[in-house]
């Protein structure tokens, strides 16, 4: 059975950090291309961060760049997403994709609260 | 950036009746390789988001054949055939012909 389990959220205040975790098991993580696709609540669907099997190469939606990294671990099946400076516009779940050439995975989703 | 635009945004349907979602993209989504990079998800209350079809008009595993794409280029649909109570919820299309990768802005569908 695939399975995307995200963790790493909670609350943090405005200017604060946070690192999420996505570990992944049941295909393989090394030949996918990882991403994390954020909703905020009430809203639709953004996509942060993108990254190639090998992790060679990062891609970010503009309201993030230079603030979160994209990173992944191949050795333990794991994607992760570094955020730092978070504002309170980045509240929102953030899932955890996976993407084949003929499927395409997501996790249950972290909520991120960026508040005083 | 690839703006994606979706209609309508609600949409509520009779059970056993048919539904049409359209999504409109502001450039071409044909990739080089004949390809459309164009894929459909379905979001029911409550959980993960879920890809129904990719490029256009492949159904994924498992997705009920109820669910139909089509369309190419900039206009695209999704349809189902015959709408159950389990096909509450969001739609969205997205495109991935260019970064930043940028989803519709969601069709609610309900049962009237």
């Known amino acids: 059975e695939v399975q995307l389990v995200e963790s790493g959220g909670g609350l943090v205040q405005p200017g604060g950090s946070l690192r999420l975790s996505c570990g992944a098991s049941?295909?393989?993580?090394?030949?996918?291309?990882m991403s994390w696709v954020r909703q905020a609540p009430g809203k639709g669907l953004e996509w942060v961060a993108h990254?190639?099997?090998?992790?060679?190469?990062?891609y970010y939606v503009d309201s993030v760049k230079g603030r979160f990294t994209i990173f992944r671990d191949n050795a333990k099946n794991s994607l992760y997403l570094q955020m730092n400076t978070l504002r309170v516009e980045d509240t929102a779940v953030y899932y955890c994709v996976g993407w084949g050439v003929f499927d395409n995975y997501w996790g249950q989703g972290t909520l991120v609260t960026v508040s005083s | 950036d690839v703006v994606m635009t979706q209609s309508p945004l609600s949409l509520p349907v009779t059970l056993g009746q048919p539904a049409s979602i359209s999504c409109r993209s502001s450039?071409?989504?044909?990739?080089?390789?004949?390809?459309?990079?164009l894929h459909w998800f379905q979001q029911r209350p409550g959980q993960s988001p879920r890809r129904l079809i990719y490029?256009?008009?492949n159904r994924d595993s498992g997705v009920p054949d109820r669910f139909s794409g089509s369309g190419s280029g900039t206009d695209f649909t999704l349809k189902i055939s015959r709408v159950e109570a389990e096909d509450v919820g969001l739609y969205y299309c997205?495109?991935?012909?260019?970064?930043?990768?940028?989803f519709g802005q969601g069709t609610r569908l309900e049962i009237k």
């Open positions: 049941g295909f393989t993580f090394n030949t996918y291309w």
């Open positions: 997205m495109q991935f012909i260019q970064w930043p990768h940028t």
């Open positions: 490029t256009a008009s």
């Open positions: 990254t190639p099997p090998d992790g060679s190469e990062k």
């Open positions: 450039q071409s989504l044909v990739h080089s390789d004949g390809s459309t990079w």
